[in-house]
């Protein structure tokens, strides 16, 4: 590991814990190698420069826009994204919403099951790596996905929930199967509480979003 200002966070389940929608294996290797490869990474980059001091939502907003600074970019919005990922998971998720936001989304899309039919629909869209995101915008929730790191500060939106589209979530125990993925994860390890607490989170949120993009 590097020194630097950044830190890999430490996940709040086992590694067992989300077995066998994901491995051990797949939760060791993702956590351990690939966002401690982000974390790394952006902690090289960003020693003793402008941005040694700035916190991951601060350096992605520094640097969207800078082609030359693409590396630090990726790295942190890589890092941001997936410690966003780690908690949209739990062990025993899925499942029925709490009242705070499932009439939001019975609101936006009909339905529970409709909601996470959008989700799985978006996985299966993103062509190569990506994220696929439940949203709030001005209190009405949407689906939208994008690619490779970018993520918050590329939407107008707030994130609620997201899933992790890229092949290292899920080769290791699926292969190819995106979809198996996908489905087993919405039905059996989404933390809708983590969405709920995000949509009261209105000031925290609100410092990842921009101009650009859009839901
Ligand atoms: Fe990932």
New binding site residues.
Partial sequence: MTDGPHRLPPLRFAANALDPVISPRTLQH?HGK?HRGYVDALNALVTGTVWADMSLQETITATRHQVANRKVYNNAAQAWN?AFYWQSLRPGGGGDPPAAIKPLIEAAFGSVKACTDALAAAAAERLGSGWVWLVDHGGQLAVVHTANGDGPATLTCRPLLVL?V?E??YYLDYQERRAAYVKAVLDKLLDWGFAADNLGQESRRTAMTTEDGGC
Avoid: L, N, T
């Fill in positions: 993702h690939h997936h992790d890229w290292h979530a």
